[in-house]
């Protein structure tokens, strides 16, 4: 039993201290890396309290008295610079680039820093992360170092939109890219990617088999809702027997939500196209991509620059008469609503939302430069919102201002890593679903507060930070 386990190991204690002539017990005051008090162990105290004659609890050694027989050291800078002899090899080396750095010199000219590349690489890192100077170790490349998208290089506006939102996670992913390890034993139910193309597949397939709507009033049948549980049932159990669904009891929660969602899809769909009076036109409509019949989508910038956008539209929607389009781009999240609730008058956010720009424009390449309104549409149970805007010459100039900074921030290597607004516990806006947030430093926020103020990031975090 673990009772007896542990009587026996307080045994083997108590015999290891009575055999050695000498005894010294230690404790640490506080963790160095998580920066929190640790307390002493009952082992400890007992000890203690042999030697005091009476019972000692934590309390009375923090703060410490003056005890003959207790020794109290303050930090293990404070350990290194003290008279007491270094314990190890690493101990006289620490001392030694301490007393350097307190003599005024730099101690990336120690010797042993000097010798070992590694190390100095670290310590200078460490340096540099500390200033206010954007440096090659906060994401500053030389000029034109990373590919630049271009009329010749098509980029998807979800790529961009990483680089306004942290520029050191478009580094990562767009030009380095670092990719994840996946671990399919972790998974407890199915990922956000994973529930987003499956209501993709399912929709697509669905509006693709029926027949076309003659009438924006048209009416979904009984037969045509239940096909469309049909397609969701069919690819619910492809995603088991792919193994992506994680946990038995999770998936049959989520199942019964994603075809839930589908279910009342149809409903908020009919008065889609009574209140706009469009019917679907088009599903999956591919520009700019390898097996795309229609060519990218060319923006002319500033300068005489002009940038070539590639990409998917969920569904695109038309008048009977062709006079109008309707583009939709499904969401199956829960995002931050209130950044889309915003989009008449942000409608970018900060270069975050660059789809439904492009999305209109492909749209209208495709069938004619004709009035175009273009909103994100979230499908989930008994939440069906949609939120967008008329894409006109004020929205269009908004959206070039955004690729205007974006672009020339990638041509002068500009790509700090920006971890947003604190939100609740200790997470962060750009932080929560990002790959690669382990890459960071547990300080990124105190870096960012210095990094934001170097002047060639000022057009950035006007855009970024309004």
């Not at 440096?135 to 490349?141: A, N, P, S």
């Not at 969701?232 to 839930?260: F, K, N, S």
């Amino acid at each position: 039993l673990r009772t007896g386990r542990q009587a026996e190991h307080r045994r083997d204690y108590l015999a290891a201290r009575a055999g050695a002539p000498e005894r010294g017990l230690v404790y640490p005051r506080a963790d160095l890396r998580g920066q929190r008090g640790r307390l002493p162990a009952q082992w400890l105290l007992a000890a203690a309290s042999e030697l005091e004659g009476r019972t000692l609890y934590s309390a009375a050694l923090d703060p410490p008295p003056s005890r003959p027989w207790l020794t109290v050291v303050p930090s293990f800078e404070g350990a290194l610079a003290g008279d007491a002899e270094p314990g190890s090899e690493q101990e006289y080396t620490l001392r030694s680039m301490l007393g350097w750095r307190r003599g005024g010199r730099n101690v990336l000219d120690h010797h042993v820093v000097a010798a070992i590349p590694r190390l100095h690489d670290g310590i200078g890192a460490e340096i540099a992360r500390a200033g206010s100077d954007l440096t090659r170790w906060d994401g500053r490349l030389a000029p034109n170092a990373a590919p630049v998208p271009s009329a010749e290089r098509p980029v998807s506006p979800t790529a961009l939109q990483h680089w306004a939102a942290c520029p050191f996670r478009y580094l990562l992913g767009h030009v380095l890219h670092v990719a994840e390890t996946e671990k399919p034993e972790d998974t407890l139910t199915l990922t956000p990617i994973e529930r987003g193309n499956l209501v993709h597949r399912a929709l697509e397939t669905f509006i693709s088999e029926m027949p076309g709507r003659t009438s924006p009033g048209q009416r979904w049948s009984g037969d045509e809702r239940a096909r469309l549980l049909q397609i969701g049932a069919q690819l619910c159990d492809d995603a088991v027997a792919a193994g992506i669904t994680g946990r038995p009891l999770l998936w049959r929660l989520e199942r019964a939500r994603l075809l839930q969602a589908l279910d009342g899809f149809l409903d908020d769909d009919e008065a889609l196209r009574a209140g706009h009076g469009v019917v679907p036109a088009d599903v999956e409509l591919s520009f700019g991509m390898r097996d795309s019949e229609d060519a990218a989508v060319l923006v002319r910038l500033g300068g005489g620059r002009e940038l070539a956008f590639r990409g998917r539209i969920d569904r695109v929607d038309r008048a009977p008469d062709g006079d109008r389009l309707l583009v939709l781009d499904y969401k199956t999240g829960t995002p931050d609503l209130d950044m889309y609730k915003k989009l008449h008058v942000q409608p970018v956010s900060g270069g975050k939302l660059l789809q439904l720009p492009v999305y209109a424009l492909a749209a209208q390449q495709r069938y004619g430069d004709v009035p175009a309104e273009a909103y994100y549409w979230f499908v989930r149970p008994q939440q069906y919102e949609r939120h967008g805007y008329a894409v006109e010459p004020a929205q269009l100039d908004e959206f070039g201002r955004a690729l205007n900074v974006i672009v020339s921030g990638m041509e002068n290597g500009l790509f700090p890593a920006r971890p947003g607004k604190q939100s609740s516990g200790e997470r962060f806006d750009n932080c929560g679903i990002c790959p690669y947030d382990r890459l960071c430093s547990s300080d990124r926020a105190r870096v960012w507060s210095r990094k934001r103020f170097v002047h060639d990031l000022r057009d950035y975090v006007e855009l970024a930070e309004d």
